[in-house]
């Protein structure tokens, strides 16, 4: 079994040069008996943006979630923007200041208006005073080209707005690395284009993502590196022509050529 | 009448007045209402013949009159040469205090094991579970009655007291706790208390200016606690720290001294206490789990502290769930003090029914007791739209 | 360029032993914090304190055999252990109270039959048309084994019915009176009639809102005076009204959650086939309505379960109320928490066991609307 971590930066070209943002090594993880993780090795530079696929239940989620902490590792290292995660909470808050998250169910509190939800985080976390955090929110908004939503609820926009707004509130935090779990899924077909619009602009102004998505077209235009998982671990990684063109593992092929079917 | 008529010329298609929904729901609610009017004139024509009949007084005149029974308890001053009207009094403040005593404990209880049933150490979840399970499968009437038996004929006589807690004696004479010594200090250290107050509000709102200004937070919760304790602290020193308390001593063959609780009250607190904390928990504990884990992630994700999380995301959303089925319990708390009646303690109900025994107005008493429930029924139900009305969630 | 990892996939691990087994278990259960630490801790010494006493004083220091209470006393007159003598004494008095003695196999059955009747209540196939003929019959035969009078049964009087029987038939009869009348109030309170629906809600909320105690008392003192002279109700009888009464405004309220629950479709759709208002509330409406709220109606029933226990005041003498009368014998004083404690403990076997039965309905039905 090669030992993937310690081949890969000389091997990746976008990386040369970067500093690794986002370096898993070796990275194991058990739900009881069960092994979910299984030695995933990826090392994610600055500015790269990364697409997971996979199959249903192949720990997709399981392992973007180890990246802030949403789930423990119990096996290997992850360093994220140069800090270890270990237990220490010290380093968790840290990481997770310098990590955004986007969900498949929005998750945004439905108890705040839009501007709440997008300045709670910046106040209580980043002590931003409240004017500053506003002003940066509703830069946020007029981003995502929802302005005039500001002062409704949650609960009184289309799916796609709150999606919208659940990734202005990341940015609000002005993060150094998305992370992204499904976001369009739980979308209607209309809906999905006007997410996808966004994480596009924000894809080309630089920003770290790790997205986990089966938006092939969406991976062809922004993504410097797919990566394949099957039952927990990464199967193949490849830039997306190649990946697409020319999958090499038979498991890859028999995939894509079920998603790409219809 | 008029007007219906001239329908029916004016559209020629309208249906014969019986097949006419409208007239025949008209038809059927003049009926419905003789009905009941005709049980009710029954009803009360029966009663009037009856009572005259046993020459039974009839109206609220027995009020003024004397009540000649003692009661037991009183948080105001009574003697059975008062009025019956008085001894309503009494009773009703009786049920009023055990309830609202009943109502802090039963809440901080209920929100503890409603916590610990929800905790992820495995002991603590089980303990609460068999507390919540146990007492809410037992009747209230028979929880009354074994804390009263225990705390009467299983606690021990006054010269054996148990002393759970130094100072704190439990004998089938009642629960005796020690009460400062009358001093001056105090009086000054709840001024202190309102004062840290109102400086806390103060110091509140300056941190939210302030954090609308420059960001800078202030840990104003925890000045405020500190104010709150430190100011009477310091008053309480000033004074020269009058510490004398009036311990419960045995003297003879009772207690002398310090603040006693009946056993009766004790029994009625304790049961109303552990049984209504059971339901409390039930809710307290929906109401955590109806908050998404997902809301959970996602202020982790933002980078939230455990306490901010809690204080921010999750506690606003559980509140909303919590809170009306949480008054409803209260109410219902209320409502089960009246069980007092069965182990003597001198609430409303059981204070009216000594009453209708001596009067025999069984239906002044008992209109009385209703109004005075209705009441509390009603401002609690009164309470209650006004906070889902302030509180409701927008939906689209 | 491209990596492959594995062509196979990789096998399954065993996870690390920190995570696995007792300690492992402990240590993700119990001390996986400080604070966890700290409450296992008292929880473990909360244990320690009380368990132990508690086991000794039901157990181990127990008396089960003694001819009367001076017996069940150590040597001082002071009681060591429980006195489990007591309550084999007196349970044929607790169970069944003042029924004659000799006759108290019918109780016995009766209350046999009751909890066959509520067991095949609880089986789902048996839902339906089935039930509607057990029930009435089941009732009959209550009725005839509790009355006798007939096939050479001996007449024992509603005075002399007691303990354990007289707590199912105060609860299990009032629910089935109060049901019927709660559909009532429930259609009347979301009746198009503003009459109806104020005469409704007036007496709804008028119910809800007084305890228990003052229907009773309002049964055992007012009912009398309510009626024309002469005419005189039994004690049961009036209890069993009051219990029939102050259930139904409390079911009449969970069958409205389930009448505002259904869809307004399924109203129009009825009124499109021409229902009148009676068959479409029997044949659409209510089936539906019914079978969404029945986890909350089995709660219910549990609370009347309960209540019954409050007919102590008006001097029935129901469960609670013959473990007080057992404890007035003077050769048996002072055993009141045993007394208790067996009471306790078949209360709560009823209710429990229908908790469960609720919340497994909870779930099965939760699944239903899931899919
Ligand atoms: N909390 C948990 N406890 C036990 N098993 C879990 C838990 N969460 C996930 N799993 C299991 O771990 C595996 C990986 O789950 P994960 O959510 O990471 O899959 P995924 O690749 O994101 O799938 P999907 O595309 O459906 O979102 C699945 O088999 C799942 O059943
Ligand atoms: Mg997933």
Redesign the interface.
Known sequence: MSNAAEAMPGKAPVQSGARAMIEMQAVHKWYGEFHVLKDINLIVGRGEKVVVCGPSGSGKSTMIRCINRLEEHQQGRIIVSGIELTSDLKHIEAIRREVGMVFQQFNLFPHLTVLENLTLAPIWVRKLPKKEAEETARYYLERVRIPEQADKYPGQLSGGQQQRVAIARSLCMKPEIMLFDEPTSALDPEMIKEVLDVMIELAQEGMTMVCVTHEMGFARTVGDMMVFMDRGEIVERAPPAEFFANPKSERTRLFLSQILAH | MASETAAIVVRPSRPAPWRDPRLRGIALQVVFVAVIAAIIGFLAYNTTVNLRRQNIATGFGFLDREAAFGIGESLIAYSPADTYARAFLVGLANTLYVSAIGIVLATILGTVMGLARLSRNWLVAKLAAIYVETFRNIPLALQLLFWWALLREVAPGPRQAWQPLPGVFVSNRGILLPVPHQDPAYLWMAVAFAIAFGIAYAVFRWARRRQAETGRQFPAGWVGLALALGLPLIVFVAHGMPLEMEWPVLRGFNFAGGTAFSPEFGALLIGLVVYTGTFIAEIVRAGILAVSWGQSEAAMALGLRPGQRMRLVVLPQALRVIIPPMTSEYLSLTKNSSLAVIIGYPDLVSIANTTMNQTGQAVEGIAMIMAVYLVISLLISLFMNLYNRSVALVER | ???????L??P?????AT??GILGWLRA??F?SVF?TV??LI??Y??AVTIPPLIRWAFIDAVWDAANGQACRGPGGQEVGACWAFIGEKLRFILFGRFPYTEQWRPLLVVVLFIALVLASCDRRMWGRRLLLLWPAGLVLIGILMWGGVFGLRYVGTEYWSGLPLTLILAIIGMVYAFPFAILLALGRRS?????RM?SVAYI??V???????VL??AS??L??????GVTIDKLLRAQVAFILFAAAYLSEVIRGGLQAIPKGQIEAADALGLGYWRRTRLIVLPQALTMVIPPLVNNF?GAF?????V??IGLFDL?NTA?AALTDPNWQ?F??EA??F??AI??CF??FM?RYSQMLERTFDRGHRR
Not at chain 3, 1 to 7: G, N
């Open positions: 360029m491209t990596e492959i990892a594995h062509e996939p990789l399954m691990q065993r996870p690390p995570s696995t259960n119990l996986n966890n409450l296992s929880a473990v909360f244990l198009q009639l503003p009459a109806v005469v909320e008028l809800r809102g007084v305890p228990l105690i003052t008392f309002m003192v007012m009398p005076l309510f009626l024309p002279a549990i309960k209540n019954t226990s409050l102590l005041i609670l007080n002072g009141a928490a208790y404690i009471t306790a209360y709560f209710c429990f908790s």
